[in-house]
């Protein structure tokens, strides 16, 4: 089943790679639109005056978040998604490339053996990387594939295998409470909103490549969505949640220490 799940996320996280290429690092994006404009004079009262028409730029405030438990889930996630961010924004780029070279071949033994050639490569290539993700990692790249690609995991997979191995893999991944059919709804999903939130701020400070989402979606009603959620939680909402995630931390150190007392 690890295995099966590995192969979901490098398909995911790769796609299609016709020769070899490692996972970009994020690289800043500049912002310098004054050096690209084209300035122009305008005459006022007999001086003239130079204008610069600068790109439009969104200007989003910080949330402010009233429960410290969603605070530090927030900020929990800002580490998963920077770190898969780049997978999803590949995988979008190289599945053009993968459409536009299978259109090409004639005859369907062609296409199966570039497919094959091109899973052999992924796994080789991505696997060890991908092997590293944690289960909340795996789960927001699942939301990002279908993110940048508009499709979600599970189709994307029916395209690149059979629709019965799409089948076999979201039952494996069902398992470890991943599925390959969720999609990306940051304006219903809190967890998502947080996602989108997240991007368009790394984005922004120039610590994220910007990639237009292949799907539609309102910024501005998910953040409504999200204060709605919030002023709706319990008052003791963060006494038992961080007193719960306390008690996952005092069990994960334990189980850590017991198995560091076996390898001893």
């Known amino acids: 089943m690890i295995n099966n799940l590995i192969f979901l996320l490098v398909a995911c996280g790769g796609l299609a790679f016709a020769k070899a290429q490692v996972i970009p690092t994020p690289k800043p994006v500049s912002k310098d639109s ?7 004079y305008f005459y006022v ?7 610069i028409e600068l790109d439009k730029v969104l200007l989003i405030q910080d949330l402010n978040f009233d429960s410290r438990y969603e605070r530090i889930r927030y900020l929990i996630l800002k580490r998963k998604v920077e770190k898969v961010w780049p997978y999803a924004k590949l995988a979008a780029e190289r599945l053009t490339v993968l459409d536009k070279r299978l259109a090409s071949l004639e005859t369907k033994n062609q296409k199966k053996k570039y497919s094959k050639m091109v899973e052999d490569y992924i796994e080789g290539e991505f696997k060890g990387e991908l092997k590293k993700l944690s289960k909340t990692e795996g789960q927001i790249l699942i939301k990002l594939i279908h993110r940048q690609t508009g499709n979600t995991a599970y189709d994307l997979l029916k395209r690149l ?11 494996t991944a069902s398992v470890f409470d991943m599925s390959l059919k969720e999609e990306y709804r940051p ?7 947080y996602v989108e939130d997240i991007l368009m701020n790394s984005i922004t400070d120039d610590k994220l490549e910007d990639q237009k989402p292949a799907i539609e979606f309102d910024y501005f009603a998910a ?16 006494s038992i949640q961080l007193a719960a ?5 005092q069990e994960y150190n334990v189980k850590k220490a017991r198995k560091a007392r076996r390898n001893n």
Do not use: M
């Open 161 to 171: 295998r059979s629709g019965w191995s799409a089948f076999w893999f979201d039952k």
């Open 245 to 249: 995630r306390a008690k996952r931390i």
């Open 34 to 40: 004054i050096a690209k404009a084209v300035e122009q």
């Open 187 to 193: 304006e219903t999903v809190v967890d998502d909103f």
């Open 45 to 51: 009262d007999g001086d003239s005056l130079s204008a």
């Open 223 to 238: 953040r409504a969505h999200w204060k709605s959620y919030e002023r709706e939680l319990p008052a003791n909402y963060d």
